[in-house]
């Protein structure tokens, strides 16, 4: 288990670095002059040249990029080129809890919904509220987040006042957020749980314990769900990743302050340092994910050996 | 084979023949439609669909049914440009990795794992905020997102065919490896990539829609569906129809797709007996 984590890790320290070259060097190949755009109305081919000596501009690339490396080791990621004085660190740090609470609590909702949902539908093949489920899975996977956003808006915030369109703080304006986002991995999460339980219902074991007299409730409950649980719980590991990126239209949907507005404002200011803190991020967060992902998979599934 | 196999689908039919109104639709485009996308009336603001507006009309006048329609054209054009991008260069990515295997194969998934690792609507946003919304950036940036998983999916199945008989003989006849590659492995493989290319298509016209949606795909004036649903929040208290046209465009498109794609799936599969339902 130990080694499978080591290795793990082995390949996901390498596939970080990439990524971190990606984008730096996507940064470096933005149009713009961020010497220029912080000096603004005081450029002079002097002033900028001691600046850009000053940020580290005009050193090869290979430095720069090793120097990027070092300060994000050390978690410094600067400062805004667009708007000066703001720290990225900050910004970040207080954006990122949001969406992280966020994506969280959604992914708790479809987990728990998604996991009841599916076993329900399994348990009643071909049942009329099978069909409803299955057909729900099929509008959740397919209609985009952003129409699930309207039409929920409209119908609770809208027409029956239910609860607020915008704002955030308040534990009534997490609702919608949360419910938008849960959507995709409700409905991914339902399918898996679905067939999981409908494949594990068809064992010989639940066969013997119905024949002992065990009601289906009771079967469910003490022997199916501990079998079926494996791929749903790293569906729920997967569906985590779904939601970070969901969390893109909820947050510019919703006003929300978290990590995407900050990224999509900053595509909007041309601020790329912070564009490129962002992605960062959040590359850095699925990474973890993903290698949670596989690691509780290893963990679980007594076959997965290294 | 694949009419008679429709046949039997009638769902799978009915979305294929959704597709192909809608492709006609958006080619036919400017002949379709009595207005232009862009054509402002400032005293038809908001109409419902009557019988010279078909959609209604929107926050300037415009012409939904028009918007919509080029929205078509705009939506599917960057949909379909971006899956014929993301399907050539994943299958050749996928069959040569697949095919010499070792050290070419081991360097060509790196790079593969590596962007895989990459949430798709982050790497779109990276590209079209760095370099612009320009649509050959918009293409370019939905064919970044895609062809890793057709790369992935081709080399799979191609390291599970290159040691077939066929092949072996084709060598043993004195064929080229190109020539293989060709003629021989593609051909193998384009079930995959017919049914991969449709479900992709599905989930580009769905990105585009993101991307414009949150402004850094198409711009306007160019009508987008997913800048349309966008533009119709601000009105969505007093006039919901403006959010209703272009989701339900997007909506049932994206569904179509993905119908599609999955009926490909099962009657593409050498497995498959017409005829039997599974």
């Known amino acids: 288990m130990a080694r499978y984590i080591l290795y793990r890790l082995a390949m996901a320290v390498p596939l970080f670095l990439g990524a971190v070259l990606l984008i730096f060097v996507a940064g470096h190949l933005a149009p713009g002059d961020p010497v220029q755009t912080m000096l603004g109305d005081r450029y002079t081919p002097a002033t900028a040249a001691v600046l850009r000596h000053q940020l580290g501009l005009d050193r090869p690339l290979t430095d720069q990029f090793l120097t990027y490396l070092w300060q994000l080791a050390t978690l410094r990621l600067g400062t805004s080129y667009v708007n000066p004085g703001l720290r990225i660190g900050d910004l970040i740090g207080t954006a990122l809890p949001v969406s992280l609470r966020l994506s969280a609590l959604a992914v708790a909702v479809a987990a728990l919904a998604g996991t009841a949902l599916g076993t329900v539908a399994a348990a009643a093949p071909g049942r009329p509220l099978d069909r409803l489920i299955q057909f729900g899975v099929v509008l959740g996977l397919s209609v985009p987040s952003f129409v699930t956003a309207a039409a929920l808006v409209y119908m609770f915030a809208l027409r029956l006042h239910l609860l607020p369109v915008a704002g955030w703080g308040r534990p009534a304006d997490y609702a919608l957020p949360v419910a938008v986002l849960a959507v995709a991995p409700l409905a991914f999460i339902t399918r898996i749980a679905r067939s999981s339980v409908g494949q594990a219902l068809l064992e010989d074991y639940v066969r013997t314990a119905r024949s002992k007299g065990l009601r289906t409730p009771r079967v469910l409950f003490r022997h199916v769900l501990r079998n079926a649980a494996l791929p749903v719980v790293t569906t729920i590991g997967m569906a985590f990743g779904t939601a970070i990126v969901g969390a893109f239209v909820v947050e510019v949907v919703f006003n929300v302050p978290g990590i995407a507005r900050v990224a999509v404002n900053a595509i909007f200011q041309r601020d790329y340092a912070v564009l490129q803190a962002t992605v960062l991020v959040y590359t850095a967060l699925f990474s973890v994910v993903n290698l949670a992902v596989d690691v509780s998979y290893a963990y679980l599934n007594p076959r997965v050996r290294y | ?278």
């Open chain 2, 1 to 278: 084979m694949l009419v008679r196999a429709l046949a039997g689908d009638r769902l799978a039919a009915a979305s294929a023949g959704f597709l192909f109104a809608l492709v006609v639709l958006a080619v036919a485009g400017p002949l379709a439609t009595r207005y232009t996308y862009d054509a402002q009336d400032l005293d038809a603001l908001f109409r419902g669909p009557t019988a010279a507006h078909w959609f209604g009309t929107d926050q300037f006048g415009r012409d939904s049914f028009s918007r919509i329609v080029h929205g078509a054209r705009v939506s599917l054009s960057v949909g379909l440009a971006a899956v014929a991008g993301e399907s050539l260069l994943g299958l050749t990515w996928g069959t040569v990795a697949g095919y010499y295997g070792g050290a070419v194969d081991h360097a060509l998934m790196r790079v593969v794992d590596l962007l895989i690792g990459f949430p798709t609507i982050l790497l779109a946003i990276l590209v079209t905020g760095i370099f612009g919304p320009s649509l050959a950036n918009i293409i370019a940036a939905l064919v970044l997102t895609a062809w890793p998983g057709t790369a992935r999916t081709i080399r799979s199945e191609v390291v599970a065919i290159r040691e077939r008989e066929y092949v072996d003989g084709a060598r043993a006849l004195g064929a080229t490896t190109p020539r293989i590659l060709v003629r021989h492995l593609v051909p193998n493989v384009a079930h995959l990539v017919i049914v991969r290319a449709t479900l992709d298509a599905s989930t580009l016209v769905l990105a585009e829609a993101t991307l414009s949606f949150i402004g850094v795909g198409v711009q306007p004036p160019h009508p987008s569906w997913g800048q349309m649903i966008y533009e119709s929040f601000q009105y969505l208290d007093g006039h919901p129809l403006l959010l209703v046209f272009p989701a339900a465009a997007l909506s049932v498109t994206v569904i179509a797709f993905n119908i599609v794609g999955e009926f490909l799936s099962r009657v593409l599969d050498p497995r498959y007996v017409a005829g039997r339902r599974p």
